[in-house]
């Protein structure tokens, strides 16, 4: 099951995506295949040669919460290479440029990743051409489907 941040679709453009690994907790990892996080309230940061995601809700495991709570929306540090991490680095210091997670998933081989878009924001009148399109679409799909 793939957490994935809706808003971030809509609110920038996507110029690029990077994998990353996230440090976490075992309680933290049964929520998430239980879908139980968020993403809409976060984004990345890059300190002290580390990329750390803020702000992604996740909820308590509740047979662990009851030993050992956490807090849901600590700071996690996310795995990323360092010539990835300098390169981002680089990127982020244009203006306009943000780090945004776009989906929470768990690979083949059962770990959790997630994937970072670099990405600029998009203005009120693209947002509106977007919706535009997609209603457009929508009637044409519904026009020949009743055929």
């Known amino acids: 099951m793939a957490i994935v941040n809706r808003r971030a679709r809509h609110d920038y453009h996507i110029l690029e995506t990077f994998e990353a690994g ?60 360092k010539r990835e991490i300098s390169r981002l680095t680089g990127k982020l210091k244009e203006k306009g440029l943000a780090l945004v997670p776009l989906k929470l998933y768990f690979n083949e081989r059962g770990y959790a990743k997630l994937q970072l878009g670099l990405c600029r924001g998009k203005k009120l009148y693209d947002k ?20």
């Open 22 to 81: 996230i440090i976490l907790t075992g309680p933290e990892v049964k929520s998430i295949r239980a879908g139980q996080a968020s993403l809409a309230e976060a984004h990345c940061i890059v300190r002290n040669g580390k990329v750390l995601l803020v702000g992604c809700h996740i909820n308590p495991y509740k047979p662990a919460a009851m030993n050992n709570p956490a807090d849901p929306r600590r700071t996690r540090e996310l795995l990323l290479h």
């Open 128 to 147: 509106r051409h977007a919706i535009k399109e997609r209603e457009v679409k929508r009637d044409l799909a519904r026009r020949y489907k009743t055929r």
